[in-house]
C-alpha cells in the first residue's frame, strides 16, 4: 500500500480569486501586446491484460484499471492549455486535464494555473499551481504525443504520489557555451487523491524541490531532490468498519537522476530514483533505460524497468521488472498511432487482486494500444 | 464558406505533401535584422527547437516545403520529431512556438521591425533589406 500517482485537486478558491485578481490588474495597467493562446492534447488508448486476477492502471487515483476485459480509460486523457501573455515578461499559464479518478467520474481538474514573470533575463519566477519537477519527463508525463513511448514506466513515474503543488518555484537558466543549465527551485504545499482498495488523502507539506538540468546538443542530464518536510496519508476504512485511519506523518526524501539523448534518430533515456523516508516505509530505488531508434515515420522502442522496494510498507517483495517492447507511427499530422507489448509483474499499480493472484505472483502480460494528438 | 475552402485546398496541400518526396526547395537563407548581431548556427538551431528564447523565431506556415525543408536542413528531423518536441516544450507552459509568417515579405517585414526576430525564406527572395546570417543548401 504505496503512494503512485493521485490527482492534484480543486484548487482553493481563494487562490483563484488571487490569481483572477492579478491577471485583471496586470491587464488593467495597460500592459502592452497582451495574447492569448489555447492548445491541447489527448490519448485515447485501449488496455488488456492477461489475468483477470487485478487491475492494471497507472496512477494511484484510479480505482479501476485493464484485466482480461479491454480497458478504455487508463491512459486516456484530454488536456486544455490556455496561456495570456501580457508583454514580454509577464504570463499565465493555465491546464485544464481529464482523465479518469476513480471507478464513476471523469472529472476534468486544474493540473496547473500559474503566473509567470520574467524579473530578467534568464530569471523566471511562478507562483500558483505547478508542476512537482520531481523528474526528466515531470512536465509533460501527460502529453502522449510527446514521448516516444505509449507510457512513462511505472517504476519511476508510477512510485511518486503528487503530480502538482501549490506554491512559488524560482527557474535560473544561463548557457555557458553550448550548454545551457537550467536551475529549479520549488516550494509550496500539495495534495492529492490515493485508491489502494481504500480511498484517502494524501497531503504533502513544506515541500522543497531543486533540480539542475544541463542540456548540450542532443544531449539532457537533470538531477533533481524534492524533499516533503510532512507527508500524510489518511484512508477512509469505513468499508472494512474501522472509521477513518491517519498514517502517521513522515518525511520523505526524493532523488531522482535522468539522462536522455535524441539526435532525431536514435533516442535513449534512463532514470533512477531513490526515495528515502524517515522512518523508511515507502524506501524504494527504482530505474528504466528505454531505447528507440526512428526509421522514417516509425519509431520501435524497448523499455526496461526495475523497482527495488526497501521499506516494509510495501504489499510485495523482492525486485520487481517490467520489460516492454513498442512502436510509435506518426502517421498524420498531429497524430501518433502506439502499440506497446509489457511482460510486468505484481507492483504497485495492480489493484482489487483476488488472494489467487497476491499468492501467485505471477508475471502479467498487458497489450496497450494508443493514438495520442495534439492541437 | 471561404474558410472551408481554404481548408480544403491547405488540405490538398498536405496529402500532395505526402504522397510526393520532399523535394529539396532550393537554398534556405536565415535572416536577421540589418543590425542585429548574428547567432551561430547552433543558437538558430536552440531557437527554432525551444531550446533558447535569446530569439523570437518566424515559421512558414505549417505543411509548407519550405518549412519541412528548412527543419530537415537545420535539425535532420523532420515535422513530426519537431511538433513532438514543440509539444513537450508548450504543454509545460515554457515556451510556445514559432509564429508563423505567411511568406518571404511577411518575413522581412517582421525581422526589420523587431531586433530579436528571426526567420527563413528562399535565398532568392532575399535582399538588402535583411541580414543573411545562414545559408542552408
Sequence with gaps: ?375 | MIRFHARFKAACAAVLMLATSAASAGPIAVVVHKDAPAPTQAEIADVYLGKSQALKPLDAPEGSPLRADFYRKLTGRDAAQIKSMWSRIVFTGKGSPPKEAADAAAVKAAVAADAKAIGYLDKAAADSSVKVVLTLD
Design chain 1, 1 to 375: 500500500m504505496i503512494e503512485p500517482m493521485p490527482t492534484s485537486p480543486r484548487l482553493p478558491r481563494r487562490s483563484i480569486a488571487w490569481l483572477a485578481v492579478a491577471l485583471l490588474g496586470t491587464h488593467g495597467a495597460g500592459a502592452q501586446a497582451q495574447e492569448f493562446h489555447t492548445s491541447g492534447f489527448g490519448t485515447v488508448s485501449a488496455v488488456r491484460t492477461d489475468n483477470d486476477g487485478a487491475q492494471y492502471r497507472i496512477r494511484a487515483d484510479q480505482a479501476r484499471g485493464a484485466d482480461k476485459t479491454v480497458d478504455y480509460g487508463v491512459d486516456s486523457n484530454l488536456g486544455l492549455q490556455a496561456t495570456a501573455t501580457f508583454g514580454d515578461r509577464v504570463s499565465a499559464v493555465g491546464q485544464l486535464l481529464t482523465a479518469r479518478k476513480n471507478s464513476a467520474n471523469i472529472r476534468p481538474r486544474i493540473e496547473w494555473l500559474y503566473l509567470q514573470g520574467r524579473l530578467a533575463d534568464g530569471v523566471d519566477l511562478r507562483a500558483g499551481r505547478l508542476v512537482m519537477p520531481v523528474f526528466l519527463l515531470s512536465d509533460s508525463r501527460n502529453v502522449g504525443y510527446a514521448a516516444h513511448w505509449l507510457r512513462s514506466p511505472l517504476e519511476v513515474y508510477g512510485i511518486y504520489s503528487l503530480s502538482s503543488f501549490d506554491g512559488v518555484q524560482g527557474v535560473l537558466q544561463h548557457r555557458f557555451g553550448e550548454t545551457s543549465v537550467t536551475a529549479q527551485l520549488s516550494a509550496g504545499r500539495s495534495e492529492g487523491k490515493l485508491y489502494t482498495g481504500l480511498t484517502g488523502d494524501i497531503t504533502g507539506r513544506r515541500i522543497r524541490g531543486l533540480s539542475l538540468t544541463a542540456e548540450r546538443g542532443d544531449w539532457t542530464l537533470r538531477v533533481g531532490q524534492t524533499v516533503i518536510g510532512d507527508l500524510q496519508m489518511v484512508f477512509d476504512a469505513t468499508p472494512l468498519g474501522l472509521g477513518t485511519i491517519a498514517l502517521p506523518t513522515v518525511r520523505d526524501k526524493f532523488t531522482s537522476y535522468g539522462l536522455q539523448y535524441d539526435d532525431g534518430t536514435r533516442v535513449v533515456l534512463a532514470e533512477y530514483a531513490v526515495r528515502r523516508q524517515d522512518t523508511g516505509g515507502a524506501d524504494s530505488n527504482s530505474g528504466y533505460v528505454s531505447a528507440g531508434w526512428r526509421f522514417g515515420k516509425v519509431l520501435p522502442y524497448a523499455t526496461y524497468g526495475n523497482l527495488n522496494p526497501k521499506g516494509n510498507q510495501f504489499t510485495f517483495s523482492g525486485i520487481r521488472t517490467t520489460k516492454a517492447v513498442g512502436a510509435r507511427w506518426d502517421v498524420a499530422r498531429n497524430i501518433a498511432l502506439k502499440a506497446q507489448f509489457e511482460n510486468t509483474e505484481r507492483h504497485l499499480q495492480f489493484i482489487n487482486e483476488t488472494p489467487s493472484f497476491t499468492a501467485s505472483d505471477k508475471r502479467v502480460n498487458v497489450t496497450s494500444l494508443s493514438l495520442d494528438f495534439v492541437f
